[in-house]
């Protein structure tokens, strides 16, 4: 009993001796250009490309394109080591969409987009757009 008290002790010296890890959230600045999305349907459907714009990235704001629509009401998070994002676009015909995604390996972004008058949730992914 004194030896796992006394090993219990010694590790807590050691842990509490460990410098903090302090790690800088990502960058959400390689988000800015413009990207190809995906947006097929389901596998084995025919391809079916859109674009998005990102203009801006300030703090956790996002602003830019998306099918044509502004993107409205963007918001990004760093916390989790990875950048995610959300924003709202509109159909011609006024439709809802919401949107998020997520960047991935700093190349590839993976979305979704639920929309709510059509009832429907699509998957998507982005690559940058080529020059």
Do not use: C, Q
């Not at 602003?63 to 080591?81: N, Q």
């Not at 008058?117 to 998507?124: A, H, Q, T």
């Amino acid at each position: 009993m004194i030896r796992r008290a006394l090993l219990v002790a010694g590790l807590l010296s050691i842990v509490a001796a460990a410098p903090a890890v302090s790690r800088e959230p990502p960058s959400a600045a390689p988000l800015i250009g413009e990207w190809r999305v995906d947006l097929t349907n389901k596998p084995g459907d025919g391809a079916y490309y859109a674009e998005m714009t990102i203009k801006s990235v300030d703090g956790d704001r996002i602003t830019g394109t998306f099918y044509d629509s502004p993107i409205e009401k963007g918001r990004i998070t760093r916390d989790w080591g990875t950048v995610r994002f959300a924003f709202v676009t509109r159909d011609g015909g006024g439709g809802i969409y919401n949107h998020s995604g997520e960047f991935v390996d700093g190349r590839l972004i993976r979305g979704l987009s639920h929309a709510l008058d059509r009832d429907f949730l699509s998957v998507w992914t982005a690559d940058r757009k080529a020059p």
